[in-house]
């Protein structure tokens, strides 16, 4: 890794691997279909955001103000540039700096995600750094003034990668009672107080050079909530969500094999529904409505999960970050310095097009981010260098290009 | 233009220049910056399309059904390919084909509205070839079993240009009553029918190769609703839209100066207020929120506009369409064959990408038409050919990128 580095801009607020209201439970979330297809799920509970317009400057405006027309506003801190990545961005009464460091908070939930986000940050990077030979990776490091932070990573024009990020985030926020209510199913309260949550993630987007060689995407978040001051005796909640797949342009089915298989012995080891369940989920969700195809080739995703004991979920968002390596970097190893034509580059481009338009169109926590005022340029640096539309393109038939274009649109079962 | 062919996937919907419940007048639709930045609008009649998944087959289902989860659902007709441009895609009782051909009706605004954008299609579409050299436009036309149809026409990869799309369409459609109730903001009706209502529309988008020649986007639309059968009395009620405007990747005063002229001219034939309001309209429409910038350079926009004399309006939307080629081809000439740089092409390409952001997460006509299941093809040819997105992307101050991107965010008024 580079030395740290403050930069003009150095505030960023990850990639955005949650929305708020996709982390809430629901009769439904054990329903994968259901809830991965509720891809305006975001806008369900107000959040219809209309930032203000800088219409003077060029910078943003400390304070972002977001009204709802319907039900609720939020406020969200403008992020402070740091110049040295934090021991921790929980608050003190969390096991954050200056806290006591052996308090039984450090061993919490919340500080020991945020440990294992953090070291799987360093761990993938070094690992990317060491394969690509020449990119380095960019650091951005940032808090917010009432707690919570995040430092993005980002290399671009590498040899092997035209663009890799890998950002995490911790967020305290509040969100509307109307949101809490909702997830509680509770009847109307007349007069309810905002619910203070806890969120932190890990994000990443790797898109290769190499037309052989697939974008990988994996993600893992926690969310708390606190238990609400005006109702006492309601409960402190919590959900795991995440996942990984990849998005080959040419399917090399040993490829797609060990990857899937990663994923599944992973599964396994926690519970034998997780695989078949999860790799669904994730077909159901990188689903790209308008163009009836998937994005990719798949993996496991789920959400909204905390119908398991929750030692045993993190350890599973554990294992599951920690096979982001051993499931991908083979693959790269493989197929990074395989000759290619105009032709192999020209049909990765228009995937290219085709994630671009899953990420700006569906992407829960794309669009959430866009609507929230999020750092823009640290939720969009999930699309590609370069992409590509051509008219009405359509592969032959039997062509290794429509071979990956039936496998999206008809999901396969690889093991 | 290319004799007609029929092609393997001929059917086409168009460019989608209108979406449903944005073409409601409503208290607002003389001000332009509540209605324009209402960018979620076609959803909020719960218009919030699933279209069924058609997993088992590279096609797409000849019924595309829609269901809201509120309130309504909408059947789209499947598109059937047709061989021969027909004289007219109005219905027979409109004055269509077989009609009475002095009938009175071939004189209606309908039947005006159709001719005048088929010819608009027609002149532009031979200006671009003209320009270009080489290209020609490939032309797909199709129809739907209960009347209406259109003509999509895509130049791609010419000497000039390397995405041109020029779309013509006539729907006649079927609107929820709830869409037409909160239309006319009648009161609660218990038993209200669903309301027939007729659109045409001309949309076009043209990306040429050379960085300092600008994108140009157009659309003119007509929209009418027949009087409900079940509310004697209730009137017929109608609206035009549409506009012009240019993105260019380059400030050329000169190019700006004539460019936003033309528009001036055409509305000052017809009301000295138009300009002044539809330039404005469009500055706020073509905002891309996430980033505080315009898309480009602006020109007019302005929707939902039934507060004049019907006859005038079709007049001034005739004009506007007349004024494409005298706007934009003498920049065109001027531009086209100027030497640029990598640097220069790669500016060009981050603004593609903006133009990308745009129209997937903004733009009415494209996410209306992604949700209701029309033809992708015909919808997305508005994306360019090809575009970039890098990190954190800065233009050095004062360089002519920076310029640029200044007057995206801070427009300017250049007459």
Request: no cysteine; charged share 25%.
């Given at each position: 890794m580079p030395p740290l580095a403050t930069l003009p801009c150095a505030s960023s607020s990850s990639l955005y691997p949650y929305s708020i209201t996709s982390s809430f439970p629901s009769s439904s979330s054990s329903s994968s279909s259901n809830r991965a297809t509720a891809s305006t799920a975001s806008l369900a509970?107000?959040?219809?955001a209309k930032p203000t317009i800088p219409t003077k400057t060029l910078g943003r405006p400390g304070i972002m103000t977001l009204n709802s027309p319907i039900r609720c506003a939020v406020s969200i801190e403008k992020e402070t540039p740091e110049t040295e990545r934090p021991e921790t961005f929980l608050r003190e009464v969390d096991?954050?700096?200056?806290?006591?460091?052996?308090?039984?908070?450090?061993?919490s939930v919340r500080a020991r995600f945020e440990r294992m986000i953090r070291e799987a940050q360093d761990r993938v990077c070094e690992a990317i750094e060491a394969v690509d030979g020449g990119g380095k990776f960019k650091e951005d490091v940032w808090s917010r003034p009432g707690g919570g932070g995040g430092i993005s990573r980002v290399l671009q024009d590498g040899a092997v990668w035209e663009k890799a990020g890998v950002n995490v985030s911790v967020v305290y926020g509040v969100m509307p009672p109307e949101a809490y209510r909702a997830a509680k199913g509770a009847?109307?309260?007349?007069k309810p107080g905002p619910v203070p949550f806890f969120a932190a993630g890990i994000s990443s987007v790797l898109h290769p050079q190499n037309p052989f060689a697939p974008t990988l995407h994996f993600n893992y978040r926690y969310f708390e909530t606190d238990a609400p001051k005006d109702a006492p005796g309601a409960p402190r909640q919590w959900w795991f969500g995440g996942g990984t797949d990849f998005t080959p342009s040419y399917i090399f089915e040993e490829d797609v094999k060990h990857f899937h298989s990663v994923q599944k012995n992973a599964c396994d080891k926690f519970d034998p529904s997780f695989y078949p369940r999860f790799k669904k989920w994730c077909d159901d969700y990188f689903y790209i409505k308008h163009r009836g195809e998937r994005r990719g080739l798949g993996g496991i995703f789920f959400d909204?999960?905390?119908?398991?004991d929750q030692e045993m979920l993190l350890a599973f968002a554990t294992e599951c970050a920690n096979c982001v390596i051993p499931a991908y970097i083979p693959i790269i190893e493989k197929r990074k310095d395989m000759p290619f034509t105009e032709k192999h580059k020209a049909w990765q481009q228009l995937r290219r097009g085709r994630y671009v338009e899953f990420n700006l169109v569906y992407d829960r926590g794309t669009t959430f981010g866009l609507k929230t005022g999020g750092r823009i340029e640290s939720i969009l640096v999930s699309l590609p260098l370069t992409a590509r539309w051509e008219y009405d393109h359509k592969p032959e038939e039997g062509s290794e290009e429509w071979k990956l274009l039936d496998a999206c649109i008809n999901p396969k079962e690889w093991l």
């Open positions: 509970f107000g959040f219809r096991g954050g700096r200056n806290g006591a460091a052996s308090s039984p908070s450090e061993s009847a109307f309260d007349p909204d999960l905390n119908d398991y």
